[in-house]
């Protein structure tokens, strides 16, 4: 921890000495006390160790009539896509041509799938999911990429199981110089 | 001055740097300009109409000369099937010195641009902190501020140059996707300090106000380094197509992790694995490996002028002029090549070179109408030297196409026509 201090520190030092005035000026403390529950409908952040996930639940096959009418106009009926960038099913990372990256091929993490379409998705309407929808939807994606079974109620707990074919293919490089 | 005297330092008619300065600049402004003085002998000048009567009176909103708004970004049409999305490009052939106008740096949005009330905007930072804090725009515009000149480069920016083919484009289609600014803004660590940031907390996970709540991690050492919430660009507040109140500035590294519309920053143990570190913004190798976290953009150098599409009408000499930079560093050298990368000769840095920023570089050039082609190549203040284009495919391969930052060539013909070639 000590290092983490000392390069803290001296981030500090750099910072104000490159800027040319000196750290004592930032003794200032004009943020306003929250607390985390307070943050509960604000904070989406889904990550891969399980923290952050809502109640709720489905299966792929309810997922499956909502991607029909909220997803297929942009992802394709079967997730095939309307552009590269919208392609959600198939690919291959091994294949011999230039690998075709998906969700189901690519993607390392299924939390990402319940953090990015809770967020983002669809496109013309963010956020105007429920909870349940969110994880039905993704429960269908997965399957269509033959990840998950069809029957499998996908909720906060049965998510955290769901190994992807690629989550061995990424390298942290978030140190490299 | 005639031609002559011009010293020649490489091949294909690069001239010494040195002409640019004193004397030898007057030796050049000659041999450029001889031929438009002749085609205009025998003119007589005369006093225009403008200097005959009043112009309108100071306003309180400037605008450019109606004979200057050629220049624009270059955007795709929008895409109904993505609301908002998309990027617009600087326009780098037309632009001198190394500070873009904020009304032409280059924009990348994955859910259009909010139209942010600042009165109703927060600011939360919390997670692995003593005390989760919430901030008001009001309340950060009362912490002290630094100013910094930065670049800032989308990490797809010149991807296209993986491709197997060269695409016929311009320096801003090509390479539009960087531009230089001023930032102003707190020193993340500041805030961070305030809130009381935990032992245990190794990352920071920063979250957009847009519609697709964009969200970046990024390791909690190099948030504490030189990163800011920029709240001012170019001395004004930051528009809102860069992040209107407040964005992270992440100077060095791909734009993407300056998260704009800055609205949560979460302190944990882990990165989240944002969909935009983990399907995007990743670097996938030959042997399938894929690199995750790639910030820093390379070292880097782009020929503005002569560029794509450009067309040289006459022979003589010319100002080869162009833009770099580096993630890592200040720009240290810049060498261009008028024979494909045989020989090389410096550029003179004409801005002042300052840490992750754009430097300015100009050499002359005397066409004489054979065929050339021009390249540059920087070297950064770590000794990072910007690598061929060949190298650069031949070790990344060209499954993901961010972070290109090899030699780009423009070719100039006979005719005088100049494009992208592979050289």
């Not at chain 2, 994955?110 to 139209?115: N, V």
């Not at chain 2, 100013?147 to 010149?158: A, Q, V």
């Not at chain 2, 991690?217 to 190099?222: A, E, K």
Request: aromatic share 8%; with cysteine; charged share 20%.
């Amino acid at each position: 921890m000590s290092t983490l201090r000392k390069r803290i520190t001296l981030g500090a030092l750099c910072f104000s000495l490159c800027a040319g005035i000196s750290s004592a000026v930032f003794a200032q403390s004009l943020g306003s006390p929250i607390s985390e529950s307070q943050l509960r409908g604000f904070d989406l952040i889904a990550p891969p160790d399980g923290s952050g996930y809502p109640g709720g639940g489905g299966t792929a096959i309810q997922g499956k009539v909502i991607f029909e009418s909220r997803c297929s106009a942009c992802h394709g009926m079967k997730g095939e896509g309307t552009s590269a960038v919208t392609r959600l099913v198939g690919g291959d990372m091994q294949s011999e041509k230039r690998p075709i990256r998906t969700v189901g091929s690519y993607w390392p993490h299924a939390s990402t799938l319940f953090d990015y379409v809770q967020r983002a998705m669809p496109a013309d309407a963010p956020k105007s999911l429920s909870s349940s929808e969110v994880y039905q939807v993704i429960a269908y994606i997965l399957n269509m990429n033959g990840i998950i079974e069809a029957s499998l109620v996908l909720n906060r707990d049965s998510l955290q199981q769901v190994e992807m074919p690629n989550k061995d293919g990424f390298i942290d490089s978030s140190q490299a110089l | 001055m005639s031609k002559q005297e011009l010293e020649k330092v490489a091949g294909n008619g690069l001239i010494n740097r040195r002409h640019l300065l004193g004397l030898g600049l007057a030796g050049v402004g000659v041999a450029a300009s001889s031929s438009l003085l002749g085609a205009d002998a025998g003119m007589n000048l005369e006093i225009p109409s403008w200097s005959k009567q009043p112009g309108p009176g100071a306003s309180g909103y400037g605008s450019r000369s109606k004979f200057a708004d050629d220049m624009q970004r270059l955007s795709g049409n929008p895409n109904p099937l993505y609301p908002g999305g998309g990027a617009s490009r600087s326009p780098l052939h037309q632009l001198q010195g190394s500070i873009t106008p904020n009304s032409l740096h280059f924009e990348r949005h994955h859910a259009g641009i909010p139209d942010i009330d600042p009165s109703r905007h927060k600011l939360v930072i919390h997670g692995l902190v003593r005390q989760p804090l919430v901030f008001s725009y009001e309340d950060l515009l009362r912490y002290p501020m630094v100013s910094k000149i930065y670049f800032l480069e989308c990490s797809g920016n010149s991807g296209t140059l993986f491709g197997p083919n060269p695409a016929d484009g311009t320096a801003q289609s090509i390479h539009g996707l960087v531009s230089g600014a001023e930032w102003t803004g707190i020193p993340l660590y500041t805030l961070l300090d305030e809130a009381g940031v935990e032992p245990e907390a190794q990352w920071i996970n920063a979250v957009g106000a847009d519609a697709a709540s964009m969200g970046r991690s990024i390791p909690l050492n190099r948030a504490m380094d030189d990163v800011m919430i920029a709240l001012f660009q170019n001395g004004e507040p930051v528009r809102p197509e860069q992040g209107y109140p407040m964005r992270l500035f992440v100077p060095g590294c791909e734009g993407n992790i300056s998260v704009k519309w800055l609205t949560q920053i979460k302190l944990s143990t882990e990165p989240s694995h944002f969909r935009d570190e983990t399907s995007k913004y990743t670097d996938t190798r030959l042997d399938r490996k894929s690199l995750q976290f790639t910030y820093p953009m390379g070292t880097k150098s782009v020929i503005t002028s002569p560029s794509g599409k450009m067309k040289l009408e006459r022979q003589g000499v010319y100002q080869v002029s162009g833009i770099a930079w580096s993630g890592r560093g200040s720009i240290r050298r810049v060498e261009v090549s008028a024979d494909g990368g045989r020989t090389w000769a410096d550029a003179m840095i004409q801005s002042h070179q300052s840490e992750k920023a754009l430097a300015r570089f100009l050499i002359p050039w005397e066409w004489s109408g054979g065929d050339a082609i021009l390249q540059s190549r920087a070297t950064d203040s770590q000794g990072n030297v910007q690598p061929t284009r060949t190298s650069l495919v031949t070790e990344k391969g060209n499954i993901s196409t961010y972070h290109f930052h090899g030699i780009q060539s423009w070719a100039v013909n006979t005719a005088g026509d100049v494009a992208n070639v592979y050289a």
